[in-house]
């Protein structure tokens, strides 16, 4: 990716996605009627995200883009995070700078190219040519093309994140269940896997090399249990070739049904 913004920073506050934080910015919102109604679902959400479970993820996310919904628009603006791509052009050719954010909880992580860093001395920024830095589960640096000596962000995932996702391979191929359920189990992971990850696109080599493993094990393990007319098939996970910016706060602005659909999707679930 040779976007040129190869410094970063992180910013954090200590304040917690909490329900009382996300009625005060949901009972302003277009359309709200009855802010007794909205801060008991906020509440009841809140109690669900509490679990830590698999039906933790969308309370956990919906409380999130609310509470943070102030901080979250402050940032796009003060850097332009989330400027149509003409926009970010003119931004360069001015040399205005641009940048790319996520935020990640109550962590804002930035990337910025160097006109960027030059407006904005108060962030303790960091060159990624010289340094990479672990940010969640990925290790994200600047490397030089030794042919072209074209600079370019890399994130691939970290090798821990690696050797969990073997592990967990390892656990549903070799496990006690019936044959049909741990090949769907792998399915899952698998897919799931992907779709968490799947923006990382240094990862590709890791993503192959998993693939390879998984169907490695339900061969030796799995396979040969299960009847010829089975369906012995397994995904073949794969990164996308570029990096995608994620969508911004969805109750920063109305929104077709389709991207709350997108927003809201299953796979978001992960794999606990």
Partial sequence: MSTRQWYFASVTVETAATAVAAAHHAIRLPGVENGAWVEASLGFLEQLAATGKRKSVIPNYILEMLAFLDWDREFDEAFGCREPAHRRRIRRARKQGTSSRLRCRNNQYLLADIQLVKRTSDLDWIDLRDVAIQVLDYLIRAEEDPKTGVWRLEIRLQDSVVAEARGYIKSIATGRGPAPARLSALRYFLRAFEAKHRYAPG????????????????KRHIKPQLSRQADKSLPAIRTTNTLIIPEANPFMDQAPLEAWERWFSPYRCGFD
Avoid: C, G, N, T
């Fill in 203 to 218: 990862a590709w080599r890791q993503f192959e090399e998993l693939s390879k493993y998984a169907k490695a094990m339900a």
